[in-house]
Nanobody, 120 residues
């Protein structure tokens, strides 16, 4: 059974930092892309950052220069370091893992989400 376990969310003041982690268990092989999305109240889920094998790293314009995505392939874990946080970064953050299994069947899994609140 595949599980994505997220951690690191919380309440932080503007200008502060948080580090999110997402550990994928049950995925044996074939991960191609690990990414973070976020969804604010009343808004659609949007891509924050992605790290893809062979395609590099991408960031939403709104977080460039402030957020850094990294991954530990040996641990099937992806991180999101968030610095200089702003109130508009407040959202539920979701981890996403996509790839192909050994029989080339594509998969796409989501974490349960972790709340990030930026407020005084």
């Amino acid at each position: 059974q595949v599980q994505l376990v997220e951690s690191g969310g919380g309440l932080v003041q503007p200008g502060g930092s948080l580090r999110l982690s997402c550990a994928a268990s049950g995925i044996i092989s074939g991960i191609s892309t690990m990414a973070w999305y976020r969804q604010a109240p009343g808004k659609q889920r949007q891509l924050v950052a992605s790290s893809g094998s062979g395609v590099g790293i991408n960031y939403a314009d709104s977080v460039k220069g402030r957020f850094t995505i990294s991954r530990d392939n040996a641990k099937n874990t992806v991180y999101l370091q968030m610095n200089s946080l702003k109130p508009e970064d407040t959202a539920v953050y979701y981890c996403n893992v996509a790839g192909r299994s050994r029989n080339f069947t594509p998969y796409n899994y989501w974490g349960q989400g972790t709340q990030v609140t930026v407020s005084v």
